[in-house]
């Protein structure tokens, strides 16, 4: 008489225990949470340049404020993440505002060639 292959229903683990372990997963992992940056959901004001960046390229300065990007408004550095992030290693435009000491120009527009990584 042959023998019949155990199955993983015979052990009792089949589809069903698979979702629940889907489920138990998710669940574990929401309750955890993960980290994210303060600054993200910040008015996105540049603090720094770094020397030879786009930025620094771009004519963009300490202070200024990131106000559009691709012709799409910015409101937090959330926002530039997903519009720097969606168009990498390509020219973007965005437009800026300038601080008090270059009155002459209130809003500068540039094209920049972001590097992501």
Same mark, same amino acid.
């Given at each position: 008489?042959?023998?019949? *292959?155990?199955? *993983?229903?015979?052990?009792?683990?089949? +589809?069903?225990?698979?979702?629940?372990?889907?489920?138990?997963?998710?669940?574990?992992?929401?309750?955890?949470?993960?980290?994210?940056? *303060?600054?993200?959901?910040?008015?996105?004001?540049?603090?720094?340049?770094?020397?030879?960046? +786009?930025? @620094?390229? *771009?004519?963009?300065?300490?202070?200024? @404020?990131?106000?559009?990007?691709?012709?799409? +408004?910015?409101?937090?550095?959330?926002?530039?993440?997903?519009?720097?992030?969606?168009?990498?290693?390509?020219?973007?435009?965005? @437009?800026?505002?300038?601080?008090?000491?270059?009155?002459?120009?209130?809003?500068? @527009?540039?094209?920049?060639?972001?590097?992501?990584?």
């Amino acid at each position: 008489m042959a023998r019949r *292959a155990a199955s *993983a229903s015979d052990h009792g683990h089949g +589809p069903g225990h698979n979702i629940l372990l889907a489920v138990v997963l998710v669940a574990v992992i929401n309750g955890v949470g993960t980290q994210v940056p *303060a600054f993200l959901d910040e008015k996105p004001v540049i603090g720094q340049i770094a020397p030879g960046s +786009p930025a @620094e390229q *771009a004519g963009l300065r300490v202070d200024d @404020e990131i106000l559009s990007i691709a012709g799409r +408004p910015v409101k937090t550095w959330s926002d530039v993440e997903l519009a720097v992030g969606s168009r990498p290693d390509r020219l973007v435009r965005s @437009e800026s505002s300038g601080t008090p000491d270059r009155a002459h120009r209130p809003q500068a @527009e540039t094209v920049t060639k972001y590097h992501m990584g």
